[in-house]
């Protein structure tokens, strides 16, 4: 059976869709195959975990009910036996009371019907009505029913008019159901904004906006909703709102907005009110808005639930205002010991310390390189005067010249010292040399001054004693990062990119031209303040625009709600959804660069296809997310979802490029190689499009207004499964205990990753597979990585002139390995391991090909060659062998006399790169090993030539060289 067909049916015995035939023929492959069983395990586990966690979750939400009607019950006390009696009468009677009591509430509670519960009075550029993968659009007077899922897509507008005269609009972006029953009119919104706007008095029923995290009831009011990521704000405009989360009930009158997340008080962005078309209902919460948005937030670090607050900086500019004026880059470190000591105790500084990373770097010489290093740098002095420095630090830079500047204090002595100590050594003891090296580094004033120019050195030294600043502290450039750092951060990085950038497009007009269409030409700055919190990390980042964002750094649009992280599951091993501005501005802003310097008939192609397409390019929404969920292996589960501003368009256009694939596909063959099939689960339609050289299947399905792509039918299925449950990684607290605290957690982009997971499967089933055992033995254990694994989120705030970056793991490093995953695997097998044992295996191959050459020589002409260039002349080689060692291809393998009368030594240089004359044996093994790779002929032992090896060296390399 070949891979394409095990896939096709494994998927449909997976799907139940196998038939008795089939199956047999897929059992009888799998029993005869490892792979393929150890394949269909994976498979199988991921079932039964996916099918016992959404029963469980089910079992547990019977038993509660919804999370914000959970109470907590007191413990049941037992029942004596003498009152046996008179419990189970009281049990009836009270059973009797509960099903009057039901038959109540179940008639309170029963749907209206059908009837018209509101009229669109006003619409953006579009709304629909979804039903499964079912789109019905909205238009103008068009009424709107019970339990119609609405959704309004980024950029639009709703506003409908309720049968009581009242009004609510709703946001783009925003996605509600409306629940009628006799005595309350809910609106649940999915996601989104709300305004309701209840004027008109009084109110013939409870009037209700629910989230899934908290319930808002007013009467006669104007109140919002606004439901993100990470939780939900309901802001009172007028009067008067219940609101009912997590068992508390409070509260809120006019002017006052409140956060599910924080559980406290909030303020409401200005762009919450911007884009109500009733802003007059809205002027008690106007000026707070207003007064938010009137600076720009700082960058500053984002406290999570898992964030570890650090100790405020005293305020220290002395050593700022000494770099000089013309200075474009610099780093300020406010505390350095404080900073070093934050890093010694995190899971960075721990990682470290590991005794199998220690036996592994040892195994392959790292540590006689470090040892180098640090005596060639005098890391160890250098080091002693960091301990030394016990307050601010900064470094300078103008291109080509920098100065380190740092404060000595109470150590000024100390410091000298070891700064004399490193002078000295290199300048090898001469006094001469010295003091030409201490005109670049010197100690003056408490203060450890180090330069790449002594001019500048000089300079630092007369404003130090003239006790006069150099007028940097109140630059342009130094103001603004101030600015945007706000609460002054330990630690500050921050470059002037605006003179860099002009100056690059003067010099190049293909690099201008790159550079205006990513956007970076309007760059301004970069500012990073990095820091530690718990034990791992926590940076934040900044990049300033001189004006408004343009081409690429304009794709990204502000913070709105995200929800395709509802098709994956909890255990997703990495998620990233982006908020796009415009589909059709970025495949536009694309075709120009593209087209920039082709042909005229290449752009004219160019353009009829987009052309052609502009309308799937419109029905495009503005969120693509991309994740990899469970299993990762034998096929990577990678599904995307992208929302759709106009589904039935994008369905349309779609299906019309698959057929046109298709027909191409088998266009002139006899018997197709490229079918699409559909398949029906559920209420939606699975669309899959085989061709028989692939080794996966794309399939697709719309669901509400995402289409979700995957793989496989099997893995879209696990999304419409993940989707109607709710059990997704949205809701799962790995993810919501590291979104910033405030406001409802809406980003621009956001990745989140558990990576480090997946690493142990992929080194057993993907690296390890292919290792001989002398390999695997010089893989270092992994078992140690568990203890820092923590899941981590990478976040972007866009606004008009900036770009904040975020990332959050304060609790392990996962997010700094398990993002690697190709350095990972390097690092598993470093060249170290892998290419040094290929090329070892290389000159093996060649050498014995070389002695069977000259065995055969032997035969011929009585006598051993006794150079390489006989064997040539002589035809019994083609031409001299390369050395595989030798990196530039010029060096040949060498054959010379050996140490006995008539034997001689055929070797390569080996992987020091260094000639031993064949006498050194190298060993695979370990990094720049000392000693060639040779054979000696004749052999010792009278057997066929073979690679000598140092005592204890592994055997046999060549029959399993390492894979990259």
């Excluded at 990119?497 to 760059?523: C, H, V």
């Excluded at 002398?774 to 992994?782: A, G, H, S, W």
Aim: glycine fraction near 8%; include cysteine; proline fraction near 5%.
């Amino acid at each position: 059976m070949d891979r394409e067909r095990f896939e096709k049916l494994l998927a449909d015995y997976l799907s139940g869709e196998l038939s008795t035939p089939e199956q047999r023929e897929l059992m009888r492959f799998v029993e005869a195959n490892p792979e393929a069983r150890a394949e269909l395990a994976a498979y199988e586990q991921q079932e039964e975990h996916l099918t016992r966690y959404y029963r469980l979750k089910g079992e547990r939400a019977a038993a509660t009910g919804p999370e914000w009607l959970a109470q907590a019950q007191p413990a049941a006390r037992p029942v004596a036996r003498p009152w046996l009696r008179v419990a189970l009468v009281a049990a009836a009677l009270a059973v009797i009371a509960l099903g009057v009591q039901v038959q109540r509430l179940y008639r309170s509670a029963v749907p209206t019907g059908d009837a018209a519960l509101a009229t669109v009075s006003s619409i953006g550029a579009g709304a629909f009505v979804l039903d499964g993968d079912k789109v019905t659009a909205l238009a103008a007077n068009m009424p709107v029913r019970q339990a119609q899922r609405i959704s309004v897509p980024d950029g639009s507008y709703l506003a409908l008019t309720l049968n009581d005269g009242n009004v609510v609009e709703a946001r783009g972006g925003t996605q509600f159901t409306m629940e009628d029953v006799p005595d309350k009119l809910t609106f649940v919104l999915n996601r989104g904004q709300m305004w309701a706007h209840l004027k008109h008095k009084p109110l013939p029923k409870q009037f209700v906006m629910q989230t899934d995290r908290l319930r808002a009831t007013a009467t006669g009011t104007v109140f919002g909703v606004d439901d993100g990521l990470g939780g939900t704000i309901v802001s009172v405009a007028e009067g008067s709102v219940r609101v009912d989360c997590n068992g508390m009930t409070m509260m809120l009158e006019a002017g006052q907005s409140w956060n599910s997340r924080t559980g406290a008080p909030d303020t409401i962005p200005a762009e919450s009110i911007d884009w109500s078309r009733m802003k007059e209902n809205l002027e008690s919460l106007a000026p707070k808005a207003k007064a938010a948005a009137a600076a720009e937030p700082a960058l500053t670090i984002h406290e999570s639930a898992q964030t570890t607050p650090t100790a405020p900086v005293a305020e220290i500019e002395d050593l700022i205002d000494l770099l000089p004026t013309r200075t474009t880059m610099f780093l300020d470190l406010r505390n350095l010991s404080g900073i070093v000591n934050q890093f010694n105790s995190s899971a960075y500084a721990m990682l470290w310390r590991e005794q199998a990373l220690k036996k592994w770097w040892s195994s392959i010489h790292g540590t006689e390189l470090t040892d180098s290093i640090t005596t060639q740098t005098h890391l160890r002095e250098v080091m002693s005067i960091v301990r030394h420095l016990g307050g601010q630090c900064v470094v300078g830079v103008d291109s080509p010249d920098f100065i380190v500047l740092a404060d000595c204090g109470a150590n000024e002595e100390e410091t000298a010292r070891l700064l004399g100590t490193i002078v000295m050594d290199m300048a090898g003891g001469k006094f001469e040399q010295a003091q030409k090296i201490r005109e670049y580094a010197q100690v003056a004033a408490k203060r450890l001054i180090v330069s790449s120019n002594p001019a500048l050195t000089r300079e630092v030294i007369t404003r130090i004693a003239a006790g006069k600043g150099s007028g940097f502290a109140a630059a342009d450039f130094n103001k603004k990062v101030r600015a945007a750092v706000g609460s002054k951060p330990q630690l500050v990085m921050a470059a002037n990119i605006a003179p860099w950038m002009e100056r690059w497009r003067k010099q190049d007009a293909n690099l201008a031209r790159r550079l205006d269409f990513t956007g970076l030409s309007g760059l301004e700055n970069l500012i990073i303040a990095p820091g530690f919190t718990g034990g791992g990390g926590n940076q934040a980042a900044r990049l300033g625009f001189v004006n408004e964002r343009y081409g690429m750094a304009n794709w990204l649009a502000e913070p709105a709600p995200m929800r395709g992280f509802n098709f994956f599951t909890a255990d997703v091993h990495l998620f990233a959804s982006a908020v796009i501005r415009s589909p059709r501005t970025m495949f536009f802003d694309w075709l120009n660069y593209l087209i920039g310097e082709q042909t005229t008939r290449q752009q004219e192609e160019a353009r009829a296809f987009f052309e052609t397409h502009n309308a799937l390019f419109d029905a495009v929404g503005n969120e693509i997310a991309v994740g990899i969920d469970n299993p990762i292996l034998p096929i990577p589960n990678v599904k995307v979802a992208i929302e759709l501003a106009r589904p039935s368009d994008f369905a349309r256009e779609f299906d019309l490029l698959v057929d046109d694939f298709v027909e191409r596909a088998n266009a002139g063959k006899d018997v197709p190689v490229a079918e699409r099939q559909e398949k029906q689960y559920q209420e939606f339609t699975i669309h899959t499009l085989h061709v028989d050289s692939w080794w996966w299947e794309p399939s697709w399905a719309y669901v509400d207004d995402y289409v979700v792509i995957g793989p496989g039918k099997t893995f879209v299925e696990r999304s419409i499964d993940t989707w109607r449950s709710g059990v997704s990684i949205a809701h799962d607290q790995r993810l919501l205990r590291l979104l910033p605290a405030g406001a409802s957690a809406n980003v621009s982009l956001l990745v989140y990753q558990d990576v480090a997971k997946a690493i142990p499967v992929l080194l057993s089933t993907k690296l390890a597979a292919g290792m001989s055992a002398e390999q695997k033995k010089l893989i270092p254990d992994l078992g140690f990585m568990e203890r820092f694994r923590a899941a981590g989120i990478a976040y972007a705030i866009a606004r008009k002139q900036s770009i904040d970056l975020y990332f959050n793991t304060p609790s392990g490093i996962d997010f700094n390995l398990g993002m690697a995953a190709p350095m990972v695997a390097n690092w598993l097998v470093p060249m170290g391991i892998s290419e040094r044992i290929d090329l070892y295996a290389q000159a093996e191959v060649a050498l014995e090909d070389v002695a069977k050459a000259a065995l055969d020589f032997q035969t011929k002409n009585g006598r051993l060659p006794s150079t390489m260039d006989e064997l040539v002349s002589g035809g019994f080689i083609a031409s001299k062998p390369v050395d595989p060692f030798d990196k530039l291809g010029k060096a040949q393998l060498k054959l010379i006399a050996g140490p006995a009368q008539g034997s001689i030594i055929i070797y390569s240089i080996g992987p020091d790169g260094v000639d031993d004359q064949g006498v050194l044996a190298a060993d695979p093994t370990k990094g720049g090993s000392e000693g060639d790779v040779s054979i000696i002929l004749p052999t010792l032992d009278g057997g066929p030539p073979k690679v000598r090896r140092p005592e204890g060296a592994p055997q046999n390399t060549t029959q399993a060289p390492a894979q990259q």
